[in-house]
């Protein structure tokens, strides 16, 4: 991708961390996911993922200082977090990670909510984001990504990115030596998904194909129908390189895919009985 001309995204999206509004509340409920997400995927999450954890110190101590977090993570691929509200309009987004910035918002799930929330908190970026951003491939592609979301959005094909997104950087699989393990954020971050996502007979586990993830639709309010498997992050980065704009273009002519279609050029690792009882699927709202 060409080097693009970043301006800086607007001011008020990004802010200094604001520290002293968390209560010992806040800090508690990240100590409980911390402790629970954190033995929960030991043998689930990829290597990478673990050794990212580690190398940021991230623990139980409660919510992380991101300036600290921040020069840590720097030191290892030159990406910062940026302190932000929630979930930002596309372009905000594609600006920052273009920049190697990613976006963390700041405020902490109550204990009402510790199991699922429509949006993502502290936790889910930080835990589930920001440990493999310390892997020098990934965080290549993150980069990557942003700056094809900034071409993206000028072709009209953000829908195309965002499912790219979906099926890799929140709920994609990787292959290891002992079998697929998690990369995706969506999932480490979910107690649920974590053991669903490899352990469960009704979801479809299939092979990365960019072109075919472009195509398929997926909800956001249930446990996914297909999960992509990746061989390495190389695949992934791989996968930025060429011009998108002839992808796309090609993609204009063909059908969207269901969730949980397979297709006959699928790689398939398992295939899913895609039962909508134990997935969760049963009320059929339309996948987008
Ligand atoms: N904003 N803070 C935040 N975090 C995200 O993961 C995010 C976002 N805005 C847009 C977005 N993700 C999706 O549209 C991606 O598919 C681009
Ligand atoms: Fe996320």
């Known amino acids: 991708m060409s080097a693009l001309v970043l301006d800086k995204p607007s001011p008020s999206i990004t802010f200094p961390q604001p520290v002293a509004k968390y209560g010992a509340e806040d800090h508690a409920v990240?100590?409980?996911?911390?402790?629970?997400?954190?033995?929960?995927?030991?043998d689930r999450a990829c290597?990478?993922?673990?050794?990212?954890?580690?190398?940021?110190?991230?623990?139980?101590?409660?919510?992380?200082?991101?300036?600290r977090l921040s020069d840590r993570l720097e030191a290892a691929t030159g990406w910062r977090l940026a302190c932000v509200e929630g979930f930002l309009p596309d372009a905000d987004f594609f600006h920052l990670l273009a920049a190697r910035r990613f976006p963390v918002?700041?405020?902490?799930?109550?204990?009402?909510?510790?199991?699922?929330?429509?949006?993502?908190?502290?936790?889910?970026?930080?835990?589930?984001?920001?440990?493999?951003?310390?892997?020098?491939?990934f965080a290549d592609y993150m980069q990557a990504f942003g700056e094809g979301g900034l071409k993206a959005e000028r072709l009209g094909a953000l829908h195309r990115l965002?499912?790219?997104?979906?099926?890799?950087?929140?709920?994609?699989?990787?292959?290891?030596?002992?079998?697929?393990?998690?990369?995706?954020?969506?999932?480490?971050?979910?107690?649920?998904?974590?053991?669903?996502?490899?352990?469960?007979?009704?979801?479809?586990?299939?092979?990365?194909?960019?072109?075919?993830?472009?195509?398929?639709?997926?909800?956001?309010?249930?446990?996914?129908?297909?999960?992509?498997?990746?061989?390495?992050?190389?695949?992934?980065f791989e996968a930025t390189r060429p011009d998108f704009a002839p992808i796309y273009a090609a993609l204009e002519g063909q059908?969207?895919?269901?969730?949980?279609?397979?297709?006959?050029?699928d790689r398939i690792f398992h295939r899913g009985s895609l039962d909508p009882v134990a997935g969760g699927w049963q009320d059929e709202t339309p996948d987008t």
């Open 255 to 265: 059908p969207d895919l269901a969730a949980g279609a397979l297709q006959p050029e």
């Open 30 to 42: 990240w100590r409980h996911l911390f402790q629970r997400q954190a033995k929960l995927v030991a």
């Open 105 to 137: 918002t700041w405020w902490i799930r109550s204990w009402a909510k510790l199991d699922y929330l429509q949006e993502p908190d502290v936790f889910h970026d930080l835990f589930g984001h920001v440990p493999l951003l310390a892997q020098p491939v």
């Open 47 to 67: 290597p990478d993922f673990l050794r990212g954890l580690k190398l940021l110190g991230l623990d139980d101590g409660g919510i992380p200082d991101f300036e």
């Open 162 to 236: 965002a499912r790219l997104y979906w099926y890799s950087v929140e709920f994609g699989l990787i292959q290891t030596p002992d079998g697929p393990r998690i990369h995706g954020a969506g999932i480490l971050s979910s107690k649920g998904e974590s053991v669903f996502c490899l352990d469960a007979d009704a979801p479809n586990r299939v092979g990365f194909d960019l072109k075919r993830i472009m195509r398929t639709r997926y909800r956001i309010d249930t446990y996914q129908k297909t999960y992509f498997v990746i061989r390495d992050f190389e695949q992934l």
